[in-house]
């Protein structure tokens, strides 16, 4: 079964200052990664995905992350945070659907909780 | 696009009664939807996944008789929790996805408070 690590419960960042979130993940295969941004009340956003292929990602919000096989590692990054980032960050990972492609019900790692200060 | 919703927002219910809770692809068709429970602080659970027109598949440890699923259209799946109880307080999530794509998109949540 795949299983989703993420060591940090609470990261405190200055506005302004650089970030990395850390994921890594346990998939017999090569995985579908995802992740996702939930702000209070908001629902689920996903900021990026890797499927194959550039192993570095850009998503949303300046928001990238490193696909690494050797760490079995999915590490999201920030050069600049913003106000506005603070909010709970999940990493997930699909499940290959054996039939007509796609991926599965995603498992998630506990989350991360982002703290801004000014 | 990819816009999913999710009714009632939130919903208090007596010990014993049963609650229905709709997501709906507003955009797109969605073939397989998902639904998800979360507690609070915590990450988020696959309860089942939903095929349109199929029965739902189960994760292990999840009661079928309890949370009824129902994916009778491309746009709409339900989940019923039947005979609530303050134990299935919890937050829903569902999210759905069109068939052959990776990337699910999720609903806004339902919270679910049983007195």
């Known amino acids: 079964a795949q299983s989703v690590t993420q060591p940090d419960i609470h990261i405190t960042v200055s506005e302004g200052a650089s970030l990395e979130l850390r994921c890594n993940y346990s998939?017999?295969?090569?995985?579908?990664l995802f992740w996702y941004v939930q702000s209070p009340g908001q629902g689920l956003q996903l900021l990026l995905k890797?499927?194959?292929?550039?192993?570095l990602v850009q998503g949303i919000k300046g928001f990238e992350a490193e696909f690494k096989r050797s760490q079995s590692s999915f590490n999201l990054r920030k050069p600049s945070v913003h106000w506005s980032d603070a909010a709970e960050y999940f990493c997930a990972v699909g499940r290959v659907m054996y039939s007509g492609g796609g991926a599965d019900g995603l498992t998630f790692g506990k989350g991360t909780h982002l703290i801004i200060q000014p | 696009g990819a816009v999913v919703s999710q009714h009632p927002s939130r919903v208090i219910c007596k010990s014993g009664t049963s609650v229905k809770i709709e997501c709906r692809s507003l955009?797109?068709?969605?073939?397989?939807m998902f639904w998800y429970r979360q507690f609070p602080k915590q990450s988020l659970m696959l309860m089942a996944t939903s095929n349109e027109g199929s029965k739902a598949t189960y994760e292990q440890g999840v009661e079928k008789d309890k949370f009824l699923i129902n994916h009778a259209s491309l746009t709409l799946s339900t989940l019923t929790v039947t005979s609530a109880h303050p134990e299935d307080s919890s937050f829903y999530i569902c999210?759905?996805?069109?068939?052959?794509?990776?990337?699910?998109?999720f609903g806004p949540g339902t919270r679910l408070l049983v007195l």
């Open positions: 890797y499927f194959s292929g550039d192993t």
């Open positions: 955009d797109f068709q969605a073939t397989t």
């Open positions: 998939y017999g295969a090569t995985p579908y």
């Open positions: 999210s759905a996805m069109t068939s052959g794509q990776e990337t699910q998109y």
